[in-house]
């Protein structure tokens, strides 16, 4: 019943932007954190960035003062806003949400499709 929908990615030059979207529906009670995660071939999914229902933050040291994290509870989305873009942000980014369902005594994870980022000149 819950789906997560992504949206933003692209190829952009080194100093590049981009802003990437994640749209969740279906039938939930909250989803007390959203956030982005990303993956390069050969290496481990990694947190790039969270934020939860209340507007606390956390990022990866790598991302910090260059991409910025936000939500809009009303339309169930979340953001991620890449500034100062370099060749080793590229990766696929996969945005994550824990939803907590009718029913349900704990959240549960879902995942998006993934979208490519790619910074290259």
């Known amino acids: 019943q819950v789906q997560l929908v992504e949206s933003g990615g692209g190829l952009v030059q080194p100093g590049g932007s981009l802003r990437l979207s994640c749209a969740a529906s279906?039938?939930?009670?909250?989803?007390?954190?959203m956030g982005w995660y990303r993956q390069t071939p050969g290496k481990q999914r990694e947190l790039v960035a969270i934020i939860t229902s209340g507007g606390s933050t956390t990022y990866a040291d790598s991302v910090k003062g260059r991409f910025t994290i936000s939500r809009d509870n009303a339309k169930n989305t979340v953001y991620l806003q890449m500034n100062s873009l370099k060749p080793e942000d590229t990766a696929v980014y996969y945005c994550?949400?824990?939803?907590?369902?009718?029913?349900?005594?704990?959240?549960?994870?879902?995942w998006g499709q993934g979208t490519q980022v790619t910074v290259s000149s």
């Open positions: 279906g039938t939930f009670r909250g989803i007390p954190i």
């Open positions: 994550k949400a824990d939803i907590l369902t009718y029913g349900a005594f704990a959240v549960s994870s879902y």
